[in-house]
């Protein structure tokens, strides 16, 4: 007979049983829930205590100062018996400037990467911590420190010193402030880390930027006339007449009026991470943009638009960076008039940051596919049009879903700048780890130099992998 | 219903189709749709899943095309022309079944994303006007919370109160409560016979009968996309002309 239950009061909530919960729980759920799960916890246990055990005496017979290979193997024999084997960094302190700046980059302009280096940061700051007054604080703080550290090593002139010192302390005070202004520093640093890198008039990047100026002005003026769109493409066309035949004249005439210029360095004359640097943080910058404008493209209604997307996007995309390199250097060549003078850096990044471009736009692609049509809907049943809707509603949560793809991507294309050895730049793996290995002096060493440069690039990646992951925790709002 | 009778319908014509049709591919979903709206009115659309309710009033904001015929809203009529189809967005306020709240923005940003972008309202007026509509639809504490972290009939008095937030002139509701619980069902109602009762147009997508019988001057019955019948809830729900609407009405008011 079925019996009828009320129940007159509600059961409070209990803490779980010990079994359930702690280090003991993880442990017997992570390592030895199962006897294949507790086979493979103890068989890759020894093999890290194998590896551990063999390659330590390496390490811990490093040598770090001595003029040759061989007077490191005399180093190590000395101290740590005949046959021990023993680690020689000592290549590092001849090859340094090499490593980090290319070998012929001037020895007496070396504070010049050294500041944009730093300076870069102070830029990035913005950007990856928009607002925080805190992190932007301890960055711009940091920055300081290490450009009065590295700029004294580098032995900078007094002037650029104080100026860039006192740079960094003003934008400190402005991150004080009103941090959400430190943006337009930000802007500006691309033409301020060309004209430190490069060098020569510091009239030309001003007056080349002079030309968004010219862009957005022609824009505002006639936007109110002739509508949006055709505004921007009459402020194009203005800014391309500045850029072609105002530019250049403009640019002489204030040199010779008022002359500032920093010595010219050649882009062949660059080297080492200060080559991967610039092409990655280049690419970076300018691929993330491009890839979309590619990825809304391929998604566009507009069937030409869409065509020529997607025909940009599967051709970069099925040929080998490799391939595209060795075009950018040997095959453009032939189809430039001998005349122009391209320079060999500028096509390679150019090249990068359209392979890198082709991936994000794939990448966003797909998240763009996955946000739910409602999405769409919500934002045009508001009236938002085009641009807005995808700038506030679709990319913001588009972009959200593929950070990591993103970062992947970024990841990639920063380790593939070392493939811009095919094409005779001297990047850190192979380009500078040859001539130590020519080097009559550390002829027969092997595993170091690459051990460093792999080092350094991990430092780089494993730094973008870890703001990926904090960026995703930060943006989580839905509470899944 | 007492409340009903009070609430007015002006002669003024908030929204005109006439000989409306639509094709998706080779299937013709609506077909011949006339129908007028005076301002001021409560219309409910009713009929089985397919018979193209959704798709209509999703025409009258173009988030779907037709493909022959004239829909005029406001005196607006929607052709191939952004602008007109923007201007005609802004006066008229959408509610979705699954809410399309989003997801990225606090309830807060939500309710005043349109208007700042929009309508160029200054954000701190917009913020106001969000929370007075908050306040409104009765949750004006979760503003600076997630939708993410809210009930589903609370998000969708949220998306109420964000449509609300463009003043619009005509509001549409696209099966608002079929994915609430049960429990939820009521407080969405509420607010929606609150705005009712306030004036407001509204063309309501929806299974709630009850709601209908409350608040409607007329219910619209639809079956493969056309329009069947329509009358004042009372005759509608008593004295069903068509059989396809007895055979509906004895289904859904059956148990």
Known sequence: MAQGFTRTEMLPAMPPPVSESGTLKWLRENLFSGWLNSTLTAAATLFIAFVAWNSFPWFWHSVWNAGSLNECRQIVTASAGEGATGACWAFLRPWWGAFIFGHQYPVDERWRPVLAFGLLFAALAPVLFAGQKRNLTIILAVVAAFLVLTLYLASAPSLAFALAILGVLALLALAQVQPGKLLWFTLAFPALCFWLLWGGSIWTPIVAVAGFGVLYLVFRLASPVIGLAPAAGAGFVAAVLWWMFVDAPVADALQSAIPIQLLWIASDKFGGFLLSIVIGVTGITFSLPLGILLALGRQSDMPIVKMLCVIFIETIRGVPLITLLFVAAFVLGFFLPPQANFDLLLRVLILVTFFAAAYLAEVLRGALAALPRGQYEAADALGLDYWRAQRLVILPQALKISIPGIVSTFIGLFKDTTLVVIVALYEPLKGITHLVRQDINWKGIYWEPYIFVGAIFFIFCFSMSRYSKYLEDKLKTDHR | ?255
Request: hydrophobic residues 40%.
């Open chain 2, 1 to 255: 219903m007492a409340e009903a009778a009070k609430m007015q319908v002006s002669d003024e014509v908030a929204i005109q189709i006439t000989g409306m049709n639509k094709w998706y591919g080779q299937f013709h979903v609506l077909r011949d749709i006339n129908m007028t709206v005076q301002r001021g009115e409560r219309i409910v659309i009713c009929g089985p899943s397919g018979s193209g309710k959704s798709t209509l009033i999703r025409c009258i904001n173009r988030l779907e095309e037709h493909q022959q015929g004239q829909i005029i809203v406001d005196g607006t009529e929607l052709t191939n022309d952004l602008k007109n189809i923007d201007k005609v967005r802004s006066e008229v306020g959408m509610v979705f079944q699954h809410f399309n709240l989003f997801p990225h923005l606090t309830i807060l940003e939500n309710c005043t994303l349109a208007p700042i972008w929009v309508r160029k309202v200054p954000k701190k007026e917009a913020e106001e006007t969000a929370m007075h509509f908050l306040t409104k639809v009765k949750i004006p504490e979760q503003a600076h919370k997630y939708p993410g972290q809210l009930s589903g009939g609370q998000q969708q008095r949220v998306a109420i109160a964000r449509s609300l937030c463009m003043k619009p002139r005509i509001m549409l509701f696209d099966e608002p409560t079929s994915a609430l619980d049960p429990e939820m069902i009521k407080e969405v109602l509420d607010t929606m016979i609150q705005l009712a009762e306030e004036g407001m147009t509204m063309l309501c997508v929806t299974h709630e009968m009850g709601f209908a019988q409350a608040v409607a001057n007329r219910v619209i019955f639809m079956d493969q996309g056309q329009i069947v019948e329509q009358n004042e809830p009372k005759e509608f729900f008593n004295n069903p002309k068509s059989d396809r609407t007895k055979l509906f009405l004895s289904q859904i008011l059956g148990h």
